[in-house]
């Protein structure tokens, strides 16, 4: 009773004025019904954000149609909810700017509420409007569209506009402005889906990436001052504390901090932060609290670069995107022909128009970019992201897919298996030397040498190497008490520093540690260590290489720096078509180059510095979230999870989007055309061949805007 009677209190006004209804109340979920119209759509963000800092509450959802808001909750949140609901003032609500939930909801509301609109105006004019006042209606909504057509005229192209013009302006002049409206209508409902699915794809896509803080914490004169973020100014200093995301890319000038960097190398493993340290936007402080000095404002962070390449990936259409367009704009001719051709013959304008409300172009150039943009947004709910429509294309294409070894194919987290020592030094000094030299770069290698010295329990407090430089794909040089000192691979130590290669190494290395990957500590021009580093398969690898082989792809190969004996292990366990070992950056792309000249459509699939040159050469490249920032930046598709079953997902999607679109083109084509032959020896009227033209591109559109995969596969 004491339940009820809270329920019908709550449907009471609120406040000032403030009304609200419990429409649902169940456990764990409530909604509240304001009303439409209520909420200006900051003030809607406000009540949301509101709802959200109820302790309890697990999601919000608004719904604009109604000014509903549904509470998802756990425990005793609900009378806490109604205490919120009741202290809102409607004459000063709480605002805020939209979170990616919030715009995701209202893209989809405004959609919905825009397409009701458009059917509920058409359906009032038609039974509430004397028909010359729709006539004059019809009339002005033309005028948009001869402008559009006149324009394309005005710069010599007989494009899609100028038939859409010529078949709207035409009706007008028989006097059939029910036609005419007709097509206009559809048209509309065309381009209301198409700019939806625009929209919701280019917010899909952002929301896969880092989003950084509204405001910072700047300090001047001593005293921490909160500003907007976007008036922050290069060489300010933001002090930025345990919990919260760096908010620009800067220079740690004061403290010290364990910061996350999983947005932009997908490394977890956190990374000890000090004085003269770098940081970058979009990244975690997960302990400590360290003052920034910023180097980049807000737009210019490495961060806001990856945003604005995947906002602008719309520009990188697929090829038969592009090719699809351009027919559409190649048939307009012979749709006016064939226009000028019947009204020539039968001297009757009404059944020339038959013709001219039936094209293939209008379907044709929009069916296609939205089967592109909607795979696009698909991938994104499968956390991938891709950088253009083209790549969709050529990932359907490739049917060759290399493969780097490191973080790729294997695991993104190595393990020290074996230590060697040579020349007098001992496992302990080996191991404790690579890993104070090795602690200052985030490499899954070097990662795991330092985790073995912690391991050990060989500490290394007080550093005695000077300054250290890291060589891209070769390894570090420092000197240690004077004497210069190196870390790397064999191709390095051995032959670009010079050292002295012991007798008998590889011998005990095959003895000792057949199928480790090797990185090498010489000091003082001696070798002193051998650390022998396991780099166990990814478990999915092998069952993922055979569903690429089903998927088509002809040839599997993978490049590696590593040794011969770890390569031709791997391989016969993947059952790889071709594998190399040691072998440089500059090689990798060039395999690659070469592939491309024999024939070959190229996937490549890397995670490190060193394999960014491959990644760009290849047709199209991917980077797993184990990636290093610029693998990810370099490759043209993403993808956000660690597993390399995401490539068998997206070459699923890429293949069936091309399937859709050849599928679509056919429909369009054979439909079109029986409309044109009906049209042209007088079977369809005007209007019925324009209802069935526009219907049947408003159904091609929808189809293409549904997902590819099912949800469970």
Request: hydrophobic residues 45%; aromatic residues 6%; proline residues 3%.
């Amino acid at each position: 009773m004491a339940r009820a009677l809270e329920t019908a209190r709550a449907t009471m006004y609120r406040g000032y004025d403030m009304r609200y209804e419990i429409i649902h109340d169940r456990p764990g979920r409530i909604r509240f019904r304001c009303g439409k119209w209520l909420f200006a759509e900051d003030e809607a963000n406000g009540v949301v954000a509101a709802l959200k800092q109820v302790e309890g509450v697990t999601e919000v959802r608004y719904r604009e149609a109604n000014g509903g808001f549904l509470v998802l909750f756990t425990g005793g949140a609900r009378s806490r909810l109604i205490a919120t609901m009741d202290g809102l003032d409607v004459l000063a609500l709480p605002t805020a700017p939209a979170d990616d939930a919030v715009s995701a909801e209202a893209l989809d509301n405004r959609f919905q509420l825009h397409l009701a609109e458009l059917i509920l105006v058409r359906l009032a004019k038609r039974f509430l409007l004397p028909p010359q006042v729709r006539a004059v209606l019809v009339v002005l909504r033309a005028l948009r569209y001869g402008k559009e057509g006149l324009s394309a005229l005005a710069h010599g192209r007989l494009s899609v506009e100028v038939l859409d013009m010529t078949a709207i302006w035409m009706s007008i002049f028989q006097r059939d402005f029910a036609t005419a409206g007709l097509v206009m209508f559809l048209l509309r409902i065309s381009d209301v889906m198409m700019e939806y699915t625009h929209a919701r794809s280019s917010l899909a896509l952002r929301q896969n990436l880092a989003i950084c803080a509204d405001t910072v914490w700047v300090e001047q004169d001593g005293i921490e001052v909160e500003i907007p973020i976007a008036e922050a100014q290069v060489g300010d200093l933001v002090r930025v504390r345990s919990g919260s995301l760096v908010p620009l890319d800067g220079t740690v000038v004061d403290g010290e901090a364990e910061v996350n960097e999983a947005s932009m190398t997908g490394e977890s493993t956190l990374v000890h932060k000090a004085a003269q340290s770098t940081v970058f936007a979009g990244t975690a402080v997960d302990e400590g609290s360290i003052l920034i000095r910023v180097d980049a404002q807000m737009g210019d962070s490495r961060l806001d670069g990856i945003v604005d390449l995947v906002e602008n990936s719309t520009d990188r259409k697929a090829l038969v995107q592009s090719r699809a367009e351009r027919l559409a704009d190649g048939v307009v001719p012979i749709s006016l022909g064939l226009f000028a051709l019947r009204w020539a013959m039968t001297r009757n304008l009404s059944q020339a128009m038959s013709v001219l409300m039936v094209d293939y172009s209008c379907a044709i150039k929009l069916s296609t970019p939205v089967a592109v943009m909607s795979a696009m947004r698909e991938a994104t709910k499968r956390s991938v992201v891709v950088k253009g429509g083209k790549y969709l294309e050529a990932l359907a294409k490739a049917d060759t897919i290399v493969f780097d070894k490191t973080g790729t194919l294997t695991n993104a987290c190595p393990q020290v298996v074996k230590v060697l020592e040579f020349n007098g030094w001992s496992e302990e000094e080996v191991l404790r030397t690579a890993a104070c030299l090795e602690e200052h770069f985030p490499h899954s290698m070097a990662r795991a040498i330092v985790r073995s010295a912690e391991e050990r329990g060989l500490m290394h407090p007080e550093e005695n190497h000077a300054e250290v430089e890291y060589i891209v794909a070769h390894g570090i040089m420092t000197s240690i008490g004077g004497k210069p000192a190196c870390v790397g691979s064999a191709h390095y130590v051995f032959e670009d520093e010079g050292v002295p290669e012991p007798a008998g190494l590889i011998e005990r290395l095959e003895r000792e540690a057949p199928t480790a990957s090797t990185v090498y500590l010489a000091v003082d021009g001696l070798l002193r260590g051998a650390l022998c580093i396991s780099d166990p398969l990814r478990p999915e690898s092998k069952q993922v290489v055979q569903g690429l082989r089903k998927r088509g792809f002809e040839r599997i190969v993978m490049l590696t720096g590593d040794s011969v004996n770890c390569a031709r292990t791997i391989g016969a366990k993947l059952g790889l078509d071709e594998w190399h070992a040691q072998v440089l950056p500059e090689d990798k792309a060039a395999y690659v180059e070469d592939l491309k000249r024999r024939g070959h459509t190229v996937l490549m699939v890397g995670d490190g510095i060193n394999d960014s040159p491959a990644l760009a050469a290849a047709d199209v490249s991917i980077a797993l979230s184990d990636a290093s920032e610029i693998a990810r930046t370099v490759a043209d598709i993403a993808v956000m999870n660690a597993s390399l079953e995401s490539l068998l997902v997206m070459r699923d999607i890429a293949v069936r989007l091309m399937q859709r679109i050849k599928s679509s083109y056919e429909f369009i084509v054979t439909f079109n055309t029986a409309l044109i032959v009906l049209g042209f020896v007088g079977i369809l009227p005007a209007s019925v061949g324009a209802m069935l033209h526009n219907t049947s591109t408003a159904a091609i559109v929808a189809r293409n805007m549904r997902p590819l995969l099912p949800a469970g596969e």
